[in-house]
C-alpha cells in the first residue's frame, strides 16, 4: 500500500507552513504609542519624546549624578540626538524612535513602532519639559517599565507622569534669556550640578511669551498630572511573500492528499 508516504507529504507540508507563518509572526507586533500633553493650559510643553523599547539595560542618567552628553542632548536641545544614538549603540537590537513635534497643553500624538516584544520588552523615555534650560521626564530605572509578559501581552497600557518628577539635569544655570521656548537657546551657563528633582523653578518663566505665542503660567504643584504615555498593539500581518510561500505549500499538501486518497480508492 503505498499510502504512507503520501499521507506524510501533507502533514509535513502543513507543518512547514505552519512553522513559516510563526517564524514570521514570531514575538513582532505595531506598538502605537499616544502622547498626551496633561498640563493646565499656559504651563509646560514638551519636545518629540525619545523612546527606546530594549532589553532593559541602556541606562540615560541616573539621580545624584552628573548628567552626561545623551541625556543633554534632551535635556538642553530638546532634539534628543545624541540619546538616541547612544542608545541604538548600547543595544543594537532595540527599536529606538521619536513621537515628533511640540506638544503643548491639551495636545495628543501617536505615532506606530514595530517591536519585538521578547527580545525587547522594557521602555525607556525621555523628553524636555519647555520653557527651561534642562528640564526633562524620563525613567532612571531602565526596568522601571516592563511592557510586554513573555506571551507579548501588554502588562502596561500608559505612563503617567506627574510635576514632582520633572527633572533639572544640572547641567545648565537657570537663566530665563538662555532657555528654550522664551530665550535664545543656543547660549548656556554651565550649571556644573547633579541631576535631580526640581519643579518649582519652572514658576520662575512666568508671564515670559512661549515660541507657540502663549504667555506661560506655570501653575504646577507636585501631584499635578503633567504627561501620559499610552500603549496599544496590533499584530503584524505575516508579509506577502512568505504568506503566498505558506498558501502554496498547503495547496501542494491539499494535491497530494487527493492524490493519496486516489491511491487508496485504486
Ligand atoms: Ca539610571
Ligand atoms: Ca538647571
Redesign the pocket.
Given at each position: 500500500m503505498s499510502v504512507r508516504p503520501h499521507a506524510s507529504l501533507p502533514a509535513l507540508l502543513g507543518a512547514t507552513a505552519l512553522l513559516l507563518a510563526d517564524v514570521a509572526g514570531a514575538a513582532q507586533l505595531n506598538v502605537i504609542v499616544t502622547v498626551r500633553n496633561l498640563a493646565p493650559a499656559n504651563s509646560v510643553s514638551f519636545a518629540p519624546l525619545q523612546l527606546g523599547f530594549h532589553n532593559g539595560t541602556s541606562d540615560a542618567f541616573n539621580n545624584g549624578q552628573v548628567a552626561t552628553a545623551p541625556i543633554i542632548s534632551v535635556a538642553e536641545g530638546g532634539a534628543g540626538t545624541a540619546w538616541r544614538q547612544a542608545f541604538s549603540a548600547a543595544e543594537p537590537n532595540a527599536t529606538v524612535g521619536v513621537v515628533g513635534g511640540l506638544l503643548q497643553p491639551g495636545e495628543s500624538r501617536s505615532t506606530s513602532f514595530r517591536v519585538d516584544s521578547a527580545a525587547n520588552p522594557f521602555f525607556t523615555f525621555a523628553t524636555m519639559v519647555v520653557p527651561s534650560?534642562?528640564f526633562f521626564i524620563g525613567n532612571d530605572s531602565p526596568t522601571r517599565y516592563r511592557l510586554f509578559d513573555n506571551a507579548g501581552n501588554l502588562l502596561i497600557t500608559s505612563i503617567a507622569q506627574t510635576a514632582g518628577q520633572i527633572w533639572?539635569?544640572?547641567?545648565?544655570?537657570?537663566d530665563p534669556a538662555a532657555a528654550a521656548f522664551v530665550g535664545n537657546n543656543d547660549l548656556r551657563t554651565p550649571?556644573g550640578?547633579v541631576v535631580g528633582f526640581d519643579f518649582s523653578e519652572l514658576s520662575g518663566f512666568n508671564g515670559l511669551l512661549t515660541g507657540a505665542g502663549y504667555t506661560f503660567q506655570s501653575a504646577l504643584l507636585a501631584d499635578t498630572g503633567i504627561y501620559q504615555i499610552e500603549f496599544a498593539t496590533t499584530p503584524i500581518p505575516i508579509p506577502a511573500p512568505i504568506g503566498l510561500l505558506a498558501a502554496g505549500l498547503v495547496a501542494m499538501g491539499a494535491v497530494a492528499r487527493r492524490r493519496a486518497r486516489t491511491t487508496v480508492a485504486r
Open positions: 534650560n534642562d533639572d539635569a544640572g547641567s545648565e544655570t537657570f550649571q550640578g
